[in-house]
């Protein structure tokens, strides 16, 4: 396992990252060998957010990493918070200072920890008060409750519009980014073209981080659409990605996840990808994307394979 520095401390961790959205269906023992997984492949993060089982997520890591006997210093934690009601008719996102703070005493309650190393805001509230947000995490961090702060799912004028009033600087921000979905990138190659491609859906959000060291994390990276299936495997819908993923799969002698995983990682932004299975053998896989690097050629050839015309 490779690592990346996060944030503008430079904070070192696994490029490759245990997304835990699910752990809430595994069963004590299944966690726990999820996360023994993670630690044997050299993964040091594990992301976290208050709406993942409705907190469950949070409790059942806690006890797998409890009768794993892992130490805390040894390990890093995000959790995100802002969704309220998760799942239901009544959903909102909330960045008052209150929610923020309970948001995260929770959180500590449910992994069992004095801190978390970084909080994420989990989606743009539009009611958002940067003040109020700067205000919550002034009392967090002087509190010693969170060390770092980020954001998910935010673009560059969100961030900016924060970054007005906080004290601390960001240090991530965690996008969906993907072979299929490809938004973040598709704007800047079809620059002043006169097509759906050109339209910037993300107002230069890798840019904007690059530029103020704030790291990208990808969430979802086999995941097409919101919740609508993995294009891994999928010949219906992606059968040229999937014939070059076989292909470079062969050549490499890794799994094909392991090459789309690669994919993200080739970019010099120095992605963190978060890879949310439960199964070990599949995050044994993925994590094999450590092993290589993609060439120049292999990268634009996957890129267009999933559909992705150059202008």
Same mark, same amino acid.
């Given at each position: 396992?490779?690592? !990346?520095?996060?944030?503008? *401390? ?17 069963? !004590? ?13 050299? !993964? =040091? ?22 009768? %794993? ?47 978390? *190393? ?18 919550? #995490? ?7 409750? &969170? ?15 924060? =970054? ?24 800047? !190659?079809? &620059?002043?073209?006169?097509? *759906? ?22 969430? /979802? ?24 993923? *076989?292909? %470079? ?19 010099? /932004? ?15 896989? /993925? ?12 990268? #634009?050839? %996957?890129?267009?394979?999933?559909? =992705?015309?150059?202008?």
């Amino acid at each position: 396992m490779k690592y !990346i520095p996060l944030g503008p *401390d430079a904070l070192p961790v696994s490029e490759i990252a245990l997304g835990c959205a699910r752990i809430s269906t595994l069963d !004590i023992l299944r966690a726990e060998n999820i996360i023994s997984a993670a630690i044997s492949e050299g !993964i =040091n993060f594990f992301d976290h957010a208050d709406a993942y089982g409705n907190g469950l997520s949070e409790e059942t890591f806690s006890r797998a990493l409890k009768n %794993l006997g892992c130490s805390r210093d040894k390990i890093i934690l995000q959790s995100k918070c802002t969704i309220r009601d998760l799942d239901l008719p009544t959903q909102y996102y909330d960045h008052s200072k209150e929610h923020i703070i309970t948001s995260v005493n929770e959180s500590l309650r449910r992994l069992d920890t004095d801190y978390l *190393d970084i909080l994420l805001l989990h989606r743009p509230d539009p009611l958002t008060r940067p003040e109020e947000v700067a205000e919550a #995490f002034d009392i967090l961090k002087r509190s010693g409750k &969170v060390r770092y702060f980020g954001v998910s799912n935010h673009n560059r004028f969100q961030m900016e519009l924060l =970054n007005s009033c906080l004290k601390q600087p960001l240090a991530a921000n965690q996008m969906q980014f993907n072979l299929s979905h490809t938004p973040l990138i598709t704007a800047g !190659i079809n &620059v002043n073209m006169d097509t *759906d491609e050109s339209v910037m859906r993300d107002a230069g959000t890798i840019e904007y981080c690059r530029l103020h060291h704030i790291s990208l994390q990808a969430w /979802a990276p086999f995941q097409f659409g919101l919740l609508k299936g993995n294009y891994l495997g999928d010949y219906e819908h992606y059968p040229d990605l999937n014939k070059k993923l *076989d292909e %470079l799969s062969g050549q490499y002698q890794v799994p094909a996840s392991a090459v789309a995983v690669a994919w993200i990682l080739r970019h010099p /932004a120095q992605f963190q990808v978060l890879v949310g299975s439960m199964t070990p053998s599949r995050l044994k896989d /993925a994590c094999r994307a450590s092993e290589i690097e993609l060439s120049r050629i292999e990268w #634009f050839e %996957l890129y267009k394979a999933a559909g =992705n015309p150059l202008p």
